[in-house]
């Protein structure tokens, strides 16, 4: 099985999201489980005139820098790099009009094309290195361009004549709009327009999911939930109709970046049998940010992207009652500028415990993990999320709102069994969050029972192996619906 997935987002190399965390550890786990797999994604350069999410300039040794692509009308050109990251080649595409600007992401028109010309040039790419691929595997927007290229402009050259492409939705959110008027400039003709308008105006989500042989999504529950209007962002009638396509597969963790034990960021190392070492860990984030230490008060915390998906509103809403309780608050994220606003008006009320960090900080992502005793995930939607698997293995305990993949992935805690691994609510309010947050600390205060909680989640097992295994079940299927139907 010979696959390509493209991705605008690569760890080690590139990150502002869960998307680099997948497209990093995906690959890899697939080429362990004898799948013949190569990464493409861009080459991002200017790095300093933005800091935050460029991670890594190590992209390996250029391999040629005369990539041929055809684009606005013109013949551009890109270099091309690889690296070998832990098995699966990764290839970069170097071209400094479009990724010279020291950002990953910037906004509209220009963004889109951006990525549209990425994705013609993964499909040039493609046929250089040789080797037809069975499945192109796209995610988000920014790929969503390449099923249409693949049907519209590529529909009949031989290299292409297998090739499926699977399209994974990790944000339906974001959809890359632009004007229609682009179309002609990125190569395509007209007749493309009905796959991909959205209210007169262009999407390049709306492309991947329209042209695409199959769909997927980064948990089972999200899968269900986009096909409603509620989760849908207008494209539930698209979805709904290409229901039978699409699959949920839910994210793994890569564990040999997060695992306590081993976790080179972190003061000190602990396990499920030897929980010593989190005690060290939580000392260490207090001295980090500049608190007290006192080691019986529990630490709240959250790593995110400060946006209103992730529920920011009520953590907002509910912090008084947390800091109420005694309870430290440590925060790591960076976004809207209101949100850091207030979180810092909160850090200068309560200063003694409430502790922030506006950036994107790969090393303090992980002390926090460790060093805390709690995580806020209350997300208004969550397609996956990773942070709250990190939380189970790193024994800390995660309180979510069950939506997506957290609803998929976290089962409240219960006293009387002592089963569960978090605490879950459902409405969105920050009543129920103040409420989960209670019920977790009679728990905490009771150690026993605390380490049995603790324990349940660091035993759980969310390894790429899993999802790698499902995902190419997936590719047979998608080779075959790709052969019967055509496309
Ligand atoms: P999303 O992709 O929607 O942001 P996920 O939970 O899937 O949510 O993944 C977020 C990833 O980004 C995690 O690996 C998390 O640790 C990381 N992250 C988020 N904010 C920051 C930050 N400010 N600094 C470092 N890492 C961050
Ligand atoms: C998106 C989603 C997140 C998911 C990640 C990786 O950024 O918001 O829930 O975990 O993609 O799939």
Not at 185 to 194: A, E, H, I, R, S
Not at 227 to 233: D, K, W
Not at 379 to 394: A, F, R, T, V
Request: with cysteine; proline share 4%.
């Amino acid at each position: 099985m010979r696959i390509i997935l493209a991705s605008s987002e690569v760890v080690p190399y590139s990150k502002t999201g869960g998307l680099g965390d997948v497209a990093g550890a995906l690959p890899q786990a697939l080429s362990r489980i004898g799948c013949d797999v190569a990464v493409i994604t861009p080459r991002y350069t200017g790095y300093g005139k933005r800091s935050g999410d460029v991670v890594s300039h190590e992209t390996g040794e250029m391999i040629f820098d005369d990539l041929r692509v055809p684009f606005a009308g013109a013949m551009k050109y890109a270099a091309v790099w690889r690296d070998y990251a832990d098995g699966a080649p990764v290839y970069f595409i170097d071209n400094a009009e479009y990724f010279g600007h020291g950002y990953i992401y910037g906004s509209g028109n220009f963004d889109a094309e951006r990525f549209a010309f990425f994705s013609r040039a993964v499909l040039e790419l493609a046929k250089r290195i040789g080797g037809s691929p069975d499945v192109i595997h796209c995610n988000d927007w920014q790929t969503g361009f390449i099923p249409a290229y693949l049907r519209n402009v590529y529909w009949n050259d031989p290299f292409f004549a297998r090739t499926a492409t699977l399209f994974t939705i990790h944000n339906l959110a974001y959809q890359g709009f632009f004007e229609k008027d682009l179309l002609p400039k990125f190569g395509f003709d007209w007749q493309v327009y009905d796959g991909m308008e959205f209210h007169n105006a262009v999407s390049s989500m709306k492309a991947g999911l329209h042209f695409s042989t199959a769909l997927s999504t980064v948990s089972p529950k999200y899968a269900e939930e986009i096909q409603t209007a509620e989760f849908g962002n207008k494209l539930d009638p698209l979805l709904r109709w290409r229901g039978g396509d699409l699959l949920g597969i839910l994210n793994g963790v890569d564990y040999n970046e997060w695992n306590p034990a081993t976790d080179k960021h972190l003061a000190a190392h602990y396990s499920a049998d030897n929980l010593e070492g989190k005690l060290a860990c939580k000392r260490d984030l207090l001295e980090k940010y500049h608190l007290p230490i006192d080691l019986d008060k529990p630490v709240v915390a959250i790593v995110t992207r400060l946006t209103s998906q992730k529920g920011i509103d009520l953590t907002r809403e509910a912090i008084w009652r947390i800091l109420e309780t005694g309870a430290y608050f440590i925060l790591l994220g960076s976004g809207a500028e209101s949100y850091e606003n207030y979180f810092q008006h909160v850090r200068e009320t309560v200063p003694k415990q409430v502790g922030v960090y506006f950036g994107f900080n790969t090393a303090l992502s992980h002390q926090v993990e460790a060093g805390a005793d709690l995580f806020l995930m209350p997300s208004s939607y969550e397609p996956c999320g990773l942070n709250q698997m990190y939380s189970l293995k790193y024994g800390t305990v995660p309180i979510v709102r069950g939506v997506g993949g957290l609803d998929d992935t976290i089962t409240n805690f219960e006293r009387t069994t002592e089963r569960g691994n978090g605490y879950k609510f459902y409405e969105y309010s920050a009543d129920r969050l103040a409420e989960k947050f209670y019920e977790s600390l009679m728990v905490y205060y009771d150690r026993d029972m605390w380490r049995k909680l603790q324990r349940n989640g660091m035993r759980e097992d969310f390894s790429w192996e899993r999802a790698a295994h499902n995902y190419l079940n997936a590719y047979h299927k998608i080779v075959g619906a790709r052969l019967a139907r055509g496309w």
